[in-house]
């Protein structure tokens, strides 16, 4: 079979263009440590690059999510640990009011040391988040507790804090309501007060002088059941806490088999590359030296 002469040069600038390609690839591919460089070069890995990439992306804003909403129960749990201090104080000054020895003016000391105990309330009520809204806020947002012009506070019904998402179809209230930490509490009728309004009218009793006896048993047992209210609220925050920290670990192991599988779709086998780079070049110069050879031949070459 003859061959002609443009088939020859055609055959071997093919061939040399290919092994030259073939070369860079493998060059680029050493150089930026990316196997892939464009979505021609595997389709179907170029689209699971793409699914990961989205997965990533998705998982950092819920990452961003998660921290918030883990800064929104500590502060939480530290405020309810305030709030149950100033209970805990309150009950102490329950006791020692319900004393018939003591006299009127030091059961209004003990009423003014209430007073001082409610306007803190008041404040850890509307403490403030990070993000400038009322820690103990529901969805409508606004002050949980306002104080009125005679003194009495009002607990302001704000309902239900709205939920953060923290991962594909997961959520988390990250708040308590003023509803659920100070109201709720049961009253020897049948009805149900709050804790400001127990504490305000205690001390009023005691400022009006006579037997405290009554008074006193009536707000022990109603401090008794806010404490439990609190106590139940930071387990609640707690419980949420613990779960935010197995979402965060198990988002952090997923995120960790994506990267393995991103690595062995997209990341160059640098050991390989070179091996299969030196293989190239070894025969593209080999190619090179012969085609410079056989065109130097003359028919003369040829024939002898």
């Known amino acids: 079979m003859q061959v002609s002469t443009n088939q020859f040069y055609a055959s071997a600038n093919a061939s040399m263009s290919r092994l030259t390609e073939q070369a860079d690839k493998l060059q680029t591919q050493i150089s930026t440590t990316k196997r892939l460089q464009a979505p021609s070069d595997d389709v179907v890995a170029y689209r699971q690059l793409q699914l990961i990439s989205r997965a990533n992306a998705d998982d950092a804003a819920y990452a961003g999510s998660i921290t918030m909403a883990k800064a929104l129960l500590d502060q939480g749990d530290t405020t309810l640990g305030s709030i149950t201090t100033q209970i805990q104080r309150a009950q102490e000054l329950a006791v020692n009011a319900n004393n018939e020895t003591l006299s009127d003016s030091d059961r209004k000391a003990i009423a003014a040391e209430l007073k001082g105990i409610v306007q803190t309330l008041t404040q850890l009520a509307n403490t403030q988040d990070a993000r400038g809204n009322a820690l103990f806020a529901g969805a409508q947002g606004g002050e949980p507790v306002t104080v009125n012009a005679d003194g009495t506070v009002t607990l302001n019904d704000t309902g239900q804090p709205a939920a953060i998402p923290i991962g594909s179809h997961q959520s988390i209230v990250a708040t308590e ?80 088999a994506r990267e393995t599988q991103r690595s062995a779709l997209e990341d160059t086998d640098v050991t390989t590359a070179i091996t299969e780079l030196q293989k190239t070049m070894t025969v593209l110069q080999a190619t ?14 040829y024939l002898r």
């Open 288 to 301: 090179q030296a012969s085609f410079t050879k056989l065109t130097q031949l003359s028919l003369f070459d």
């Open 177 to 256: 309501t003023a509803q659920d930490v100070f109201g709720g509490i049961p009253t020897a009728s049948g009805g149900m007060t709050d804790l400001f309004a127990v504490l305000t009218d205690f001390a009023a009793a005691l400022d009006a002088g006579g037997s405290p006896t009554a008074a006193a048993t009536s707000a022990g047992d109603a401090l008794k059941a806010a404490l439990d209210n609190v106590t139940n609220s930071r387990a609640s925050v707690g419980a949420r806490g613990a779960r935010l920290t197995l979402v965060s670990n198990a988002m952090t192991d997923a995120g960790a």
